[in-house]
């Protein structure tokens, strides 16, 4: 877009270069566009009115938004790199990528982030990726199935005897830690000495739980419907997409125990064409505390504003991830084992599941 040149005295200069040099490097002289790889749908659409669009007018940037499911956004970005025709400055990640694709982002400098240091959760902002939205890969369970005692935790799952019922587990996404990660909870691993994982007493734990799974879903809109329809009375599932089926009415509730933490990262792509613009933006990110409750609400996932947890009654803080009760519940992963053997978790998995 055009630029503006104005008539300013020798004063008003000196004044101007006092106040930049007292700003983050990333709120100086952006660049006119920022382009954004995310996926679309519900969470495109609530990103583009609480963020994009507002960030776009207060900083006179234009933002630009791909739709684009993540394993594509990653096969473009590396065409992209081979070109030497980097058009993506933002893109999502994954735990795991922010370990196994730090030859493709930027390193990013926590202490130019104000706001991210201010409002944000302490780990929010790691040196590839700074947190968008975190839930948990948690057990959501029929309440009508089970009206006297609940299932609670990896090892009630496991337990058919007391909990009986058909079961669902996830086949896609990152399952090939997920599930075994469950499996070693209910065989008594504690959370912290899960890593590395024990693969072999894993899949023993697995062959147990087996021949109750009755639905191995592929989406999240599947597993919403399997407990809509009562085709399981428990399944591990997406923390977003059960609070959503509990919102409609279905007689479901959420355990965090054991809960798998599960965040997206907004991460700069390296070579991005507007970097200062994709800094501004995560920083503009975690500005405005009121904006995160509505989005959150929408969305269905908490972001890490620690500050607008905070702002919610505890009956509707606690249906989140960053909820201070649920938080400390959730499993940590450890990205870098899960990065160094990735072909040995996907290839244990499919062997197994195939078999």
């Known amino acids: 877009m055009p630029k503006i040149v104005l008539n300013c005295t020798a004063a008003t200069i000196a004044l101007a270069a006092v106040v930049a ?4 490097s990333a709120a100086q002289d952006l660049e006119d566009q920022l382009v954004i790889a995310t996926t679309g749908g519900l969470m495109g659409n609530a990103l583009n009115k609480y963020f994009y669009e507002p960030f776009g007018k207060a900083k006179d940037v234009e933002v630009v938004p791909v739709a684009i499911e993540v394993p594509d956004q990653w096969a473009r970005a590396e065409a992209m790199m081979r070109t030497g025709n980097v058009e993506f400055d933002i893109v999502t ?9 730090t030859n493709m982002l930027e390193k990013i400098d926590c202490s130019q982030l104000p706001n ?20 948990g890969m948690l057990l959501t369970y029929n309440t009508e199935a089970f ?13 058919v ?4 019922g058909p079961r669902g587990l996830p086949d896609t996404g990152d399952r090939d830690w997920w599930v075994p990660v469950a499996a070693l909870l209910a065989d008594g691993v504690k959370p912290e000495q899960l890593f590395p994982l024990d693969l072999d007493r894993a899949y023993k734990k697995l062959d147990e739980i087996r021949p109750h799974v009755a639905v191995w879903w592929k989406t999240g809109d599947q597993v919403q419907q399997i407990m809509r329809s009562r085709d399981v009375v428990m399944t591990m599932s997406y923390s977003g997409r059960s609070l959503a089926i509990i919102k409609e009415g279905v007689p479901a509730a959420m355990s965090w125990e ?6 997206g990262y907004m991460s700069i792509l390296k070579g991005a064409p507007d970097k200062k613009a994709a800094m501004a933006y995560l920083d503009y990110f975690y500005a405005s505390t009121d904006t995160h409750v509505p989005f959150m609400r929408d969305v269905q996932y908490a ?5 607008a947890i905070e702002l919610m009654k505890p009956e509707e803080r606690d249906l989140y991830a960053t909820s201070p009760a649920n938080y400390e519940k959730l499993v940590k992963p450890d990205f870098e084992w899960i990065g160094a053997h990735r072909d040995e978790l996907r290839q244990r998995w499919t062997a197994w599941l195939t078999r």
Request: glycine share 10%; aromatic share 10%.
């Open 21 to 24: 040099g007292s700003l983050p």
């Open 93 to 101: 990640a994954t735990g795991p990528d922010l370990v196994a694709r």
């Open 116 to 135: 991210v240091q201010k409002y944000a959760v302490p780990d929010a902002c790691t040196p590839y990726g700074v947190a968008r939205t975190t839930g």
């Open 147 to 159: 009206k006297g005692k609940a299932p609670k935790t990896w090892s009630d799952f496991w337990d």
């Open 161 to 164: 005897k007391q909990f009986p």
């Open 258 to 263: 054991g809960a798998i933490r599960d965040t």
């Open 303 to 307: 972001t890490a504003s620690k500050s």
